[in-house]
Antibody, heavy 123, light 109 residues
């Protein structure tokens, strides 16, 4: 079964660092872009950025460039999203998702999603 | 920054047709995608490349494109279709980054 499994919920204080993970299984992890999507409480989806695990090519939304770091370890089929200094405004649900076959679905289709990781930042 | 504009809400009675629009200047040049999100769940892709339907998505879901507007149409709406719907696309400068529309809450009366 093709799936993405994300790490568990986190509660952090402002200024702390954090790295959350997304582990792929059931498919060739290095062959498909993986992206991250933010959803603040009661709000819509926001496209943060994507990484190609095969060569770590990374693209960010201008809104998130410099605010987060997306990385991947292809040896363990895992993508990461990290913060060096969290803010209260980072409180949100974060989803990872895999971009499907370009030739079939086009370049923007997130066809497999993780279950989400809730990050709460509060003093 | 590039924006995709959706109506905040659409309401229809069961069995009727719901149409959710998404407007953006680059839509004539870029593919659009649609996602359904139910409360407490991850989004699900329901339309790709403007009008294609993934396997497993009911035939009542369809997509279309006209100029700077794309439309998600749900024919014969069922109670289970009540959800938030988001369009997604890119601006005219390239494939990435992508953006999501603000989302539309579909209410089945």
């Amino acid at each position: 079964e093709v799936q993405l499994v994300q790490s568990g919920a986190e509660v952090k204080k402002p200024g702390e660092s954090l790295k959350i993970s997304c582990k792929g299984s059931g498919y060739s992890f290095t062959s498909y872009w993986i992206g991250w999507v933010r959803q603040m409480p009661g709000k819509g989806l926001e496209w943060m950025g994507i990484i190609y695990p095969g060569d770590s090519d990374t693209r960010y939304s201008p809104s998130f460039q410099g605010q987060v770091t997306i990385s991947a370890d292809k040896s363990i089929s895992t993508a990461y999203l990290q913060w060096s200094s969290l803010k209260a405004s980072d409180t949100a649900m974060y989803y990872c998702a895999s971009l499907g076959e370009w030739e079939l679905l086009g370049p923007g289709a997130f066809d497999i999603w993780g279950q989400g990781t809730m990050v709460t930042v509060s003093s | 920054s590039y924006e995709l504009t959706q109506p905040p809400s659409v309401s229809v009675s069961p069995g009727q047709t719901a149409r959710i629009t998404c407007s953006g200047d680059a839509l004539p040049k870029q593919y659009a995608y649609w996602y359904q999100q139910k409360p407490g769940q991850a989004p699900v892709l329901v339309i790709y490349k403007d009008s294609e339907r993934p396997s497993g998505i009911p035939e009542r879901f369809s997509g279309s494109s006209s100029g700077t507007t794309v439309t998600l149409t749900i024919s014969g709406v069922q109670a289970e279709d009540e959800a938030d719907y988001y369009c997604q696309s890119a601006d005219s400068s390239g494939t990435y980054p992508l953006v999501f529309g603000g989302g539309t809450k579909l209410t089945v009366l």
